[in-house]
């Protein structure tokens, strides 16, 4: 089967900088993913990651570590409209499927 | 970048019924997916909605109870029958593979169904 595992929620506040981790067990790993949802909105695509290392798009960056079945989003300069639900998602054979998710709340 | 637009937007229906969600990209895209969402919770896949053949249907989800059609590259339809009131949920179509970025999965603002 497939798992990815997140922790539920995180806390922070404006301009801090925050990462969100993601472990995963799964077959047929192609890549791992990032997604963005505010409440009643659709799921919006962050980053991806297919090899190991760090992908740095503007504010957020996403890391991968392949062989520790482990990734991270990184959140920097925080912003109240960042304030979201975050995914991680596994590419595998033909399919993405999601992690968990984290609740960010970025407060004042 | 793909826009999905699916409808309804919400619906209230009675046990026993069906509905039928449709979903319409506006551009070619190679692989369409049904996701169900219930409200704070994640994403999980319900079927690969494949063009001209039977979707593929993951673990837990049925053709009966989910029949999927999928005529063309660009639009999809996902029918909930015989509903009951744990079919409620947010039901989410997903497409991939446009020419920008094929590892850019694109959503539909999702079908609010609740069932009486």
């Known amino acids: 089967g497939q798992s990815l595992e997140q922790p539920s929620e995180v806390t922070a506040v404006e301009g801090a900088i925050v990462q969100i981790n993601c472990t995963y067990q799964?077959?047929?790993?192609?890549?791992l993913s990032w997604y963005q949802q505010h409440d009643g909105g659709a799921p919006t695509f962050l980053s991806y990651?297919?090899?190991?290392g760090l992908e740095e798009t503007g504010r957020f960056s996403s890391f991968l570590s392949r062989s520790d079945s482990y990734g991270y989003l990184l959140l920097q300069e925080l912003q109240m409209k960042d304030s979201a639900s975050y995914f991680c998602?596994?590419?595998?054979?033909?399919?993405?499927?999601f992690g968990t998710g984290t609740r960010l709340l970025v407060s004042p | 970048s793909a826009v999905i637009s699916q409808k309804p937007s919400r619906d209230i229906c009675q046990r026993g019924t069906s509905l039928t969600i449709q979903c319409q990209v506006d551009?070619?895209?190679?692989?369409m997916f049904w996701y169900r969402q219930q409200p704070g919770q994640s994403l999980t896949l319900i079927a690969t909605?494949?063009?001209?053949?039977?979707?593929?249907?993951e673990s837990g989800f049925v053709i009966d109870k989910f029949p999927i059609s999928r005529p063309n590259l660009t639009f999809s339809t996902l029918t909930v029958s015989n509903m009951s009131p744990e079919d409620s949920s947010i039901y989410l179509c997903?497409?991939?593979?446009?020419?920008?970025?094929?590892?850019?999965?694109?959503f539909g603002p999702g079908t609010r169904l609740t069932v009486l």
């Open positions: 997903s497409a991939r593979g446009t020419s920008a970025r094929t590892d850019t999965q694109y």
């Open positions: 799964t077959s047929g790993f192609y890549g």
């Open positions: 990651n297919a090899l190991d």
């Open positions: 998602a596994v590419t595998g054979f033909q399919k993405l499927v």
């Open positions: 551009s070619q895209v190679t692989m």
């Open positions: 909605a494949n063009q001209g053949s039977e979707a593929t249907y």
